[in-house]
């Protein structure tokens, strides 16, 4: 008697390759590094283009660096569906956050392979350049890459991106070449590590991705003046200290009253003179403000802005405030979205919709094409860091929902 | 026809002596260093004591390595009313910073004498051993040196107090015998510049001492968690920066809330990690609350104590305080204030009524007698630098408030 069983890919092939992987640039420490471009990430990139040979893609290079994997479909002129993510570090990175998205692309077509099954869309298993740094791969893919500022893309030691890019099959002045569009690459599906503790705590399995969060990132200068502590009476104080604990409170407020759940932090201050006896004379911090909505972005800022001028008035303080990064926020697909919740459910996986908070490849494919993220949970929200874990039962889970995701668009998405 | 005419000081000769006492330690900036037990601070005593020889004061020192001059009174064994104050700097001091108050005193002296005059009482004008260091000086006067812990007092560059003592002509074993009372020394005026803003701030020409504040000064340790600042949602932040800046807000509060306008001040802040982009997970602060009244500073810590209670609380962080500094405040003696302040409204000056937030040789001498301050104005309150200014106009009606404060408590203080 015939069970009918649900295609799945293979859980133990997925996670060798995954500690296989983590062999290379694994430190003293147990975490990994592997920074783009250097010998540890070429032997990355050589090792798991063998496993794309292996598993039927055929990979090429474009002008960025990107490795691509190319899964053939039934109807070769299709546009492919993309999935994918990157398999370079932080300087002390884990061995999931990126690698997962690439070897469960891998693992996908591996298991179509062992069916003897195509879809009708190609597939393309993308490892993307420097996505911890420069993020070069996804914006040339984008076309968002200042092609005439090559100096804004050194690599983290320093070195120039045109070296760089050379290192690993790549040509800068080609750079243009790599922009792809919805017309070649209908949609594309992430497979990444949470990187916080969401679905632990609210103890999903899955994460469907409404969008990655768009970063407005500021510096802020409070100028007082440093007095004695004691001679200066609490009337006469021009204290920045005090001006920038109205601001870090300011800053929770503004995302504590926006409905689309920000987030808003102060991670960095510096005191001057940062003497016990001496009254703060000036401050420097930061704000970093994170939200899926260009809307929400906007409304914080003007927000600070008027927090800044009432907290100037009333410590008689001098601030400024300066831009340090502007990122624009991506929304997921609602067909993607859609499509992976009713994967999990058919899978008996529970999901939860979420936005992304930290960036991704994704982020910069979502700006040309339907993009869609899965995550898993990361234990305690640890990342970049050795103590990054999920367990390879998650990894599996993970890979499932992306394989049925991809068969599930294949039948969405016209040839 | 005679003029009758209030005895004066001679301002010129006052302001002389200042001018040439400041070139002893002079630097290119500046700014003057007269660090105690170093060379120039040695040549500084020598050249005071040839002053109070040819006033006609009769110099000694204490094993203490205080500089005593005697002028002696009508009653030679009445108690002494003492003046005075120290001599040595900061390293970046300015040149009225304790001067001040021992050449007004041997100005006084010089101009009772230019007069024939005496005193019922002997006159010791005392320039006291590193006030700006260990206080050892006014310490040993006061009896509260802890004579059986040499090691807590070493001098600025690191060496043993029994050779600090011994280059001056003092005597480390023999400390205890530097120990006077109300019996010997029946009141002490210090004359001293402001060292703040409050009597420029005010228009006022003289400040009445109330007495030198206390202080209590505590290391604050907030532990959270740091964290991504893009993926930890707000709600699950144990964000040690957001505790820190409650805690300078409600450090600010306490000191508004108090009647008798103490000072309160987080002058330092250590935050880690200190990174744009993670929630800071650990903050280090220091607290510095200073007041005239005891009780004040006890409720001062009452209410601290609460906070750091409702704030680990709210912020799901663990707060630990531990103790920096405990300093007793000292009351000036009411009939010395009043003294001073009729002897104002006499030669025509202005004056205020105010504390000493910082620290004086009198903080110590007030534990064990009658002690009054004279303070006069500070431009723009700076000290401690080569930009500490007081006319010399200024300096002369401080010593002129001096002189006629010495006559007056003559009369009313028993022989």
């Known amino acids: 008697m015939a069970v009918l069983t649900r295609l799945a890919v293979n ?70 569906l993309g999935t994918g993510s990157h398999i370079d570090t932080v300087p002390s990175g884990g061995k999931f956050d990126g690698a997962l998205g690439v070897l469960s692309g891998i693992e996908v077509v591996r298991t179509l392979r062992d069916h003897q099954m195509r879809l009708n869309h190609p597939i393309e298993i993308i490892a993307f350049t420097d996505e911890e740094n420069t993020m070069i791969g996804c914006q040339a ?37 790599a922009k792809r569009s919805r017309s070649d690459l209908a949609a594309f599906v992430e497979l990444h590590v949470e990187q916080g503790a969401v679905l632990e705590r609210t ?29 200066t009476p609490m009337d006469m104080r021009q204290d920045a200290l005090v001006a920038a604990a109205q601001m870090v409170l300011a800053v929770q407020a503004i995302a504590l009253k ?51 001028r009432a907290i100037a008035a009333t ?40 936005p992304s908070r930290a960036g991704h490849d994704s982020l910069e494919i979502g700006r040309f094409t339907d993009m869609g993220m899965i995550f898993v949970p990361s234990q305690a929200g640890v990342s970049h860091s050795e103590a990054e874990y999920t367990s390879p039962e998650q990894c599996t889970q993970g890979a499932d929902v992306l394989l049925h995701t991809l068969m599930a668009l294949d039948n969405l998405y016209p040839v």
């Open 203 to 231: 103890g999903n399995q899955i994460g469907v991705v409404q969008g990655v969060v768009g970063i407005q990132r500021k510096a802020i200068t409070i100028v007082g003046q440093a007095n004695h502590a004691g001679t």
């Open 258 to 308: 926006m409905p689309s759940h920000p987030v808003a932090t102060v991670g960095y201050v510096d005191v001057l003179p940062n003497a016990v006896n001496i009254v703060p004379g000036k401050v420097e911090l930061t704000v970093d403000l994170r939200d899926l909505y260009t809307d929400c972005l906007d409304e914080m800022l003007q927000l600070l802005h008027q927090e800044i």
């Open 315 to 354: 410590t008689h303080t001098q601030i400024e405030i300066r831009p340090l990064l502007c990122v624009e926020p991506t929304l997921a697909a609602k067909q993607v979205q859609e499509t992976i919740a009713t994967v999990c459910q058919q899978l008996g996986l529970s999901s939860h919709s979420m």
């Open 141 to 177: 893919m984008a076309g968002t890459v200042l092609a005439d500022s090559p100096e804004r893309y050194r690599s983290k030691s320093g070195e120039p991106i045109q070296d760089c890019l050379e290192s690993i099959g790549g040509n800068w002045d080609e750079i243009r070449t």
């Open 11 to 80: 859980g133990d092939r997925l996670n060798d390759s995954i500690n296989r992987l983590a062999r290379i640039g694994k430190q003293p420490s147990g975490s990994i590094c592997r920074i783009a471009f250097t010998p540890e990430t070429l032997q990355a990139r050589y090792l798991v283009q063998q496993w794309m040979i292996e598993a039927g893609l055929a990979p090429r290079i474009d002008a960025a660096g990107n490795l691509i994997g190319r899964y053939a479909g039934r109807f070769e002129d299709a546009p492919a």
